[in-house]
């Protein structure tokens, strides 16, 4: 059995939000750091660590049959499993017992550990961790090597706002902002290793603090890097928004006018019973002073449809939000209840029918602007960031200021900030035409 010997070959998967894109990044850097070979593309590896998510009913299933094909794909030599992220922290045990093809279980704050609980499997035990330290794991990562020209930076973890619908504040804790210290160096590594983007993660990204110094601070000084070309953030939340912040967008020519700031439902009898603390008209009264700072900031969001106990006319109240936004780009699900949080048990659980109706609604009224915000770019000038080449032969792939993808032909090289001028746009993309190179 591959299980039982210390495997040489690894493959991590994550699933779910950016944060776990990240943690992902680490685990692949801790795995490296312990003389393991990523596998290559197509090859078979000798351990699979599933980064799960749990944000949503199916996000957990998924990761059940994903260990059901690894175990039936590996025949009489299955892979070391390990399962890692919120499902993890959620359901570890329930791991251990539903999936004996599972080696190790290990939360989203204990992978640091992962090393040793590979060792432990390798003799022949089965491993869990789901502790939640503080702020070791940090601390026990090696140090960044590998940048692509976009690179993430977590800076905070943790929720203390426990919305009613939400696992986060009990898989991820509470909320907990990395040191200034830690946080210019990692930025300068990831600089050094070839990063010309930063985008500064956490479940409550702008939550972040050390004494005096506030989010809008931190920015400041990571903009001060002189490679370092653009600034990004997410996830943001409307009761974190300081002044400061918004100000940011105006003074700090590196942070890219985009704007993530989720809302969930545009109705205040639903948002109050949410916990959100915030109210469709608080949101929008911040949003025009996000535009009165940056007139062109692109804005996103997250909506919830069938929060138990959403008639039609709230609903209709969400639709209108959307009308008022004019959102660039926005994410939109249907109500999961997730064990253990208050909303699960509420009463008024929306029919299934309800919430996809109410979902295709919602999400016809968010196309429609997306495309509408890409087609008013046709015939702008603007500066991408190179990332990667594209599917075709001369096609590279790079980002816009607004985070939109723009493909275009030419001889750039990655990380080249290029100015092009944009003479297509689809749902998801646009067509860009590129006439000169900035260097960085
Ligand atoms: N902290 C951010 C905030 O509150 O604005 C969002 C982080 S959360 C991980 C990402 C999104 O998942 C939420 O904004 C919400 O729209 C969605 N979400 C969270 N719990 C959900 C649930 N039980 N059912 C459906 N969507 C959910
Ligand atoms: Fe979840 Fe609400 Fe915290 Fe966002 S603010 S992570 S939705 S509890």
């Known amino acids: 059995m591959r299980q039982s010997r210390t495997p040489e070959t690894f493959r991590v998967k994550s699933f779910g939000c950016q944060m776990n894109v990240y943690d ?43 260990i059901g094909r690894l175990v039936k794909a590996g025949g009489d030599k299955p892979p070391m499993i390990a399962v890692a992220g919120c499902v993890a922290q959620a359901e570890g045990e329930e791991i251990m017992v539903r999936a004996p093809g599972v080696g190790l279980v290990v939360g989203p704050q204990a992978y640091h550990r992962l090393p040793e609980m590979i060792d432990r499997v390798a003799r022949g035990e089965r491993a869990a961790d789901t502790d939640m330290p503080a702020d070791a794991k940090f601390a026990a990562l090696p140090q960044r090597r590998r940048a692509g020209a976009s690179a993430f930076l977590t800076i905070q973890e943790g929720c203390d706002k426990f919305c009613t619908y939400c696992v986060v504040p009990y898989t991820r804790g509470a909320e907990i902002s990395r040191s200034f210290k830690d946080l210019l160096r990692e930025a300068e590594i990831l600089v050094e290793a070839g990063a010309r983007e930063l985008t500064l993660l956490g479940q409550n990204v702008n939550a972040w603090t050390e004494g005096d110094l506030g ?39 590196k942070l890219m006018p985009y704007l993530h700031l989720p ?103 968010l196309n429609r602007d997306q495309l509408a915000f890409n087609r008013a770019c046709v015939g702008k000038t603007c500066e991408i960031l190179v990332e990667r080449k594209g599917k075709r032969p001369g096609q590279w792939l790079g980002k816009s200021p607004w985070l939109q993808s723009v493909h275009f032909e030419g ?3 990655i990380g080249d900030l290029l100015t092009v001028e944009i003479v297509g746009a689809g749902p998801n993309s646009l067509a860009g035409k590129s006439a000169e190179r900035r260097a960085p």
């Open 411 to 413: 001889e750039p090289a």
């Open 263 to 365: 809302v969930q439902s545009g109705s205040d009898r639903v948002l109050k019973a949410m916990n959100r603390s915030h109210t469709a008209d608080s949101y929008l009264r911040l949003l025009d002073r996000f535009r009165a700072a940056r007139p062109d900031i692109a804005l996103s969001g997250d909506f919830i449809v069938g929060f138990p106990g959403e008639t039609d006319a709230e609903f209709e109240a969400t639709l209108r939000l959307v009308d008022a936004v004019g959102y660039a780009q926005a994410y939109s699900f249907k109500y999961s209840p997730r064990p253990g949080t208050p909303a699960a048990t509420m009463d008024g659980q929306v029919p299934r029918e309800v919430m996809d109706e109410r979902l295709q609604r919602l999400q016809a009224a």
């Open 24 to 66: 992902g990044e680490r685990m692949a850097e801790l795995l490296a750091d312990k003389g393991m070979r990523a596998a290559p593309e197509g090859e078979e590896a000798d351990l699979v660590v599933l980064n799960t998510c749990h944000i949503r009913e199916k996000a957990a299933e998924k990761v059940y049959s994903d």
């Open 215 to 253: 989010f809008d601070g931190l920015i400041k000084a990571i903009a001060r890097l002189p490679q370092l070309q653009r600034i990004r953030y997410t996830t943001s939340h409307p009761n974190d928004v300081t002044e400061g912040l918004i100000r940011a967008h105006a003074e700090v020519p």
